[in-house]
């Protein structure tokens, strides 16, 4: 159980474009979804909280216009990179906290997303 | 501002070795302290987890142990395999007003374990 799933595994855009990045929880319902960013060989960066049916809550030095988030469902949250330039390449890896049946407290990762942006 | 410091930075040890992996904190308001490994190109994986009532848990090759007055706590892997490769990352989290719940990262340990 604990399954967290991240739709596309890779992806390569072109500057100017935006990318939608799907997060769901296969096995559980997810109240809060996070997402992070981590470039190579660093430790994983929050990018922002979200919680269902809620606006998302972005970390200081996020651009909220840049990195759109969706909470539509308890199991589902997307990230959209709106007009997308290279320096937005990156690993991005969502995960999902349940509401019952485990600890609150544990976060179950996605596989990540490879984004390249030419 | 890291919340949690993580060392060494990176180890290599002979299959049969036990890489020992350290990370310490000053917020006594954390109250759950979960260890993630990952490999390259995906998503970090729940290893092991304990909350401060314990010192020490394990879970098959892998061992918590936990100094709640010293605020640190390690991660032992006993007899440790080449297939244990990876970066591992422990983090830390507890409940508070502006908190949430977030889980704060150390910056990993990268291991290499050698046939």
């Known amino acids: 159980g604990a399954v967290v799933s991240q739709h596309p595994s890779r992806v390569i855009c072109k500057s100017g474009t935006s990318v939608k990045i799907e997060c769901r929880s296969l096995?559980?319902?997810?109240?809060?979804m996070f997402w992070y960013r981590q470039f190579p060989k660093k430790s994983l960066m929050l990018m922002a909280t979200s919680n269902e049916g809620s606006k998302a809550t972005y970390e200081q030095g996020v651009e909220k216009d840049k990195f759109l988030i969706n909470h539509a469902s308890l199991t589902l949250s997307t990230l959209t990179v709106t007009s997308a330039h290279p320096e937005d390449s990156s690993f991005y890896i969502c995960?999902?906290?349940?509401?019952?049946?485990?600890?609150?407290?544990?976060?179950?990762f996605g596989p990540g997303t490879r984004l390249t942006v030419l | 501002q890291q919340q949690v410091k993580q060392s060494p930075q990176s180890l290599i040890v002979q299959k049969g070795g036990i890489p020992i992996i350290n990370c310490a904190y000053e917020?006594?308001?954390?109250?759950?302290f979960p260890w993630y490994q990952q490999f390259p190109g995906k998503g970090p994986a729940l290893l092991i987890a304990?909350?401060?009532?314990?010192s020490e848990k394990k879970e098959g090759r892998f061992t918590i142990s936990f100094n709640k007055s010293a605020k640190q706590f390690s991660l032992h892997i006993m007899d440790s395999q080449p297939g244990d490769s990876a970066t591992y990352f422990c983090?830390?989290?507890?409940?508070?007003?502006?908190?949430?719940?977030?889980?704060?990262f150390g910056a990993g340990t990268q291991v290499v374990v050698t046939p």
């Open positions: 304990i909350r401060p009532d314990v």
């Open positions: 983090a830390a989290s507890g409940w508070t007003t502006d908190s949430w719940g977030k889980l704060q």
């Open positions: 917020n006594t308001a954390f109250d759950y």
């Open positions: 995960s999902a906290r349940g509401t019952s049946g485990k600890s609150t407290d544990t976060q179950y």
């Open positions: 096995d559980f319902q997810a109240t809060t």
